[in-house]
T-cell receptor, first 114, second 114 residues
Framework: EPEVTQTPSHQVTQMGQEVILRCVPI?????FYWYRQILGQKVEFLVS????????KSEIFDDQFSVERPDGSNFTLKIRSTKLEDSAMYFC????????????FGPGTRLTVT | GNSVTQMEGPVTLSEEAFLTINCTYT??????LFWYVQYPGEGLQLLLK?????DKGSNKGFEATYRKETTSFHLEKGSVQVSDSAVYFC?????????????FGRGTSLIVHP
């Protein structure tokens, strides 16, 4: 069964460093998403991406964040200058349409900022 | 705005016990409701959904009924198994704002002992 993959599974970085989280969505999907979950808190939407541009973003997704689809398979989330409060689990998802219940999620990347 | 409230975990049960995980919501429009499950090391998977009042979503022995009058969508299973141990997320999607982006609860961890 096709699945969304994410790398790395755990990333440790120092405050102020740039990180790139990588996702490989399901191959025929057109819509891509990033979510995050700070430990013990809710899963929060960050950004959605369709047709090579951001289609929607939350207030969390400020200028420190960017997304890119550098080739036909990868979808990346970059955090330019990490802060302690960026420590969280980051989930990538993809879907073939914009319908919520068709989103397929990856296993997540745990980001720890020290 | 929209919000989802789930019961605090972890919920610890013995195999074959009855499970209820409470979920209540507030929404500005008429939402669709979902339960997602996350098994250890894996991404969130859609478990079941309901799109209108009194609908019952069901899958793998789990059920949840959309109760508009009590704004609830409680997850139930008559007899849990060790393999049901996972984190369960309640979520809603309200298209009234023109977006399908879901609002998630914090997740409830279920631990089932043999």
């Amino acid at each position: 069964e096709p699945e969304v993959t994410q790398t790395p599974s755990h990333q440790v970085t120092q405050m102020g460093q740039e990180v790139i989280l990588r996702c490989v969505p399901i191959s025929n999907h057109l819509y891509f998403y990033w979510y995050r979950q700070i430990l013990g808190q809710k899963v929060e939407f960050l950004v959605s991406f369709y047709n090579n541009e951001i289609s929607e973003k939350s207030e969390i997704f400020d200028d420190q964040f960017s997304v890119e689809r550098p080739d036909g398979s990868n979808f990346t989330l970059k955090i330019r200058s990490t802060k302690l409060e960026d420590s969280a689990m980051y989930f990538c998802a993809s879907s073939s349409s914009g319908q919520t219940y068709e989103q397929y999620f990856g296993p997540g990347t745990r980001l720890t900022v020290t | 705005g929209n919000s989802v409230t789930q019961m605090e975990g972890p919920v610890t049960l013995s195999e074959e016990a009855f499970l209820t995980i409470n979920c209540t919501y507030t929404a500005t429009g008429y939402p669709s409701l979902f339960w997602y499950v996350q098994y250890p090391g894996e991404g969130l998977q859609l478990l079941l959904k309901a799109t209108k009042a009194d609908d019952k979503g069901s899958n793998k022995g789990f059920e949840a009924t959309y109760r508009k009058e009590t704004t609830s969508f409680h997850l139930e299973k008559g007899s849990v198994q060790v393999s049901d141990s996972a984190v369960y997320f309640c979520a809603l999607s309200d298209r009234s704002g023109g977006s399908y982006i879901p609002t998630f609860g914090r997740g409830t961890s279920l631990i089932v002992h043999p």
